[in-house]
């Protein structure tokens, strides 16, 4: 019994847990809901089962779909759809009914009890739409830009960025000055945008930035607008960076970013555009060229 205890707790560490997905669900009575859930994409991970079930009083999680299987009583109902090189599966349910509200857990692993994230639907005669989580991937030691929603123009609102864990969400920062320990020389929080949007800039990541976060204003009416984000932060690739192509029309403008290495020092930081023929920038001779 214990070698089976133990055969199984090594199983289990194959797989990555690095696992996210929204903690909340809201469906309109006869309509749909759509979840994913996000995870690293390690070999075990791509290979590995993935599950949706529902939680019961007695605790015990019972499948309704899975990469092998689909319950006879939700079949037609919903659909599972894994993506292994992007790091998501996606479960769909529709048709919803009153008995569909209740706790599911999105996982990975032969069985229920293994790698999961739990979720709470509520599916309600008049329910508000929600947004998509956003999936912001970055790289290790690098930076990532996150666009928060849209609210109320009004610029007396407090923006804010925070970590959701088990049973809150702990604040990482906010525009009225405040930094986690955490985050300490690592975040900035731009001002509102005419449309009330802002960004989110963070920057040296760390393998312990990976998680689900919030986003978004709040006013003298309490939390206006949220939006649900997905940091992945990865190791950097060795393979040499591909060429990216942008467009953009004539009189407007274009946003990109450039990456090195932060613990290197350079004596500048430059843009230019290479000749007819693609050779490199003339009278610029770096000795490590990163091309953006």
């Not at 088990?166 to 525009?175: F, Q, V």
Request: glycine residues 10%.
């Amino acid at each position: 019994m214990v070698l089976l205890f133990l055969l199984a707790a090594l199983l289990q560490g194959l797989v990555s847990s690095s696992l996210h997905g929204s903690r909340f669900l809201a469906g309109e009575l006869g309509g749909s809901i759509t979840h994913q859930c996000f995870y690293s994409t390690t070999p075990a991970n791509k290979h590995e089962r993935k599950y949706w079930c529902k939680t019961s009083a007695s605790g015990v999680c019972y499948t309704i779909v899975s990469s092998r299987f689909i319950s006879s009583e939700y079949r037609g109902r919903v659909a599972l759809r894994d993506v292994p090189q992007n790091g998501t599966f996606r479960v769909t349910m529709t048709g919803l009914r009153s008995s569909d509200s209740g706790t599911y857990r999105c996982g990975i692993g032969s069985t229920n009890e293994g790698l999961y994230v739990s979720l709470n639907l509520t599916v309600l005669a008049d329910a508000p739409v929600s947004r998509p989580t956003q999936l912001i991937r970055g790289e290790l030691h690098g930076s990532v830009t996150v666009l928060c929603p849209s609210g109320d123009t009004q610029r007396d609102q407090k923006r804010f960025w925070c970590k959701v864990g088990r049973s809150s969400c702990t604040l990482m920062g906010s525009s009225d000055g405040f930094v986690s320990r955490r985050l300490q020389g690592r975040i900035v929080i731009s001002p509102q945008e005419s449309s009330g949007a802002f960004k989110v800039l963070l920057n040296d990541l760390k393998k312990e930035d990976s998680g689900l976060y919030l986003c978004g204003t709040q006013g003298w009416r309490g939390q206006e607008i949220l939006q649900e984000v997905v940091l992945q932060v990865a190791t950097a690739s060795t393979l040499p960076r591909r060429p990216k192509f942008l467009s953009a029309t004539v009189g407007g403008s274009v946003s990109f970013q450039c990456h090195h290495d932060p613990k290197g020092t350079y004596e500048r930081k430059y843009l230019c555009s290479p000749t007819k023929g693609g050779s490199k920038c003339p009278a610029v001779t770096p000795a490590a060229p990163r091309w953006c």
